[in-house]
């Protein structure tokens, strides 16, 4: 079970966050950017080789402070395929690190595209005789709001290779609320679909009690937060919102089970940029990522111990 791995990390690195490698040239240290523009000029390929040294070098940083990173592919596909080498490079720079890899592309469609998308990012793709890995992440953010034949293919995907999804059930942006919390019958949308969600992984089970199918609920909405922890008990949550979008570890306390178990926390903007807030040029952006993802832990952990 993949959200066993997980917890395991967690466990070990006292520590229930993530990482969020999320890099624009503009969080790159000038000298690391310089660097890389001076070898390719001003190129989508020098761009692409500025974050992943950059990404290096916080994974550097951070690898024996946090269990996971999650990067977002929104920032390695607006480089084009210089971008997305990037992000494969970055994948496989983490699982050398030992961190476990929460791959954020948020994908969703017909099942027969929805196979294809799994393939990619979790599992294999055949090529005459030879089934071979692409990206090859630990876990995928999808969008299940097309319904269970969305979510099913990456599900099986997932029991093949031993891994684990994070379906979006109440997300952290201000408008969330337009479409998830729509009354529908004697429930809200979002409660609909974490139901969901519950119900489609609740035949497979891991040892601390959570399913393959876990649910990202944002840190923004607190209460949301709490009343779905009460009513998913199997579904482990992936929780962003934390640092630059407003939600504090007060907030995010409710993410957890009795044991501290059964979530982990992103933050992205806040320790990649850390650096940016200490006046010294970027020169020491691994040490300034670093604080800050431990100043990360310690505050959650005034709230939470992990059992
Ligand atoms: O509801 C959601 C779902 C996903 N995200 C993603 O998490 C990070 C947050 O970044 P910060 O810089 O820590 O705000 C980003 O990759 C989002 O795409 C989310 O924020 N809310």
Known sequence: MSFDKLQELIKA????????????????????????????GETLEGAADAILQFNKGLMDALCDVVPAVKPQSAYYERLGWQGMRALEETIRYAREKGLFVMADVKRGDIGSTAQAYS???????????????VFDADCLTINGYMGSDTILPFLETCRVEDKCLFTL???????SGELQDMVAGDRVVYQVMGDLVQRLGKDDIGKYGYSRC?????????????ALRK????????????????GTAEDVRFAFD????????NASRSIMCA????GHDGQDYQDAARAAAEAMRDDIKQFVTIL
């Open 231 to 246: 009513r998913l008990e199997h579904t482990f949550f992936l929780v962003p919102g934390y640092g630059a979008q407003g």
């Open 258 to 265: 009795k044991y501290g178990r059964g979530a982990i926390i």
């Open 119 to 133: 393939d990619a990012w979790l599992g294999k793709t055949r090529v005459g005789s030879a089934d071979l890995p």
């Open 275 to 278: 650096w940016q807030k200490t």
């Open 169 to 175: 059930v109440k997300t952290s942006n201000p408008g």
């Open 214 to 226: 876990g649910a990202v609920v944002g840190a923004t909405y607190p209460s949301d937060l709490r």
């Open 13 to 40: 690195k006292k520590n229930p966050t993530v990482a969020g490698l999320d890099p624009k040239p503009e969080y790159v240290p000038p000298h690391i950017l310089r660097a890389s523009l001076d070898k390719y």
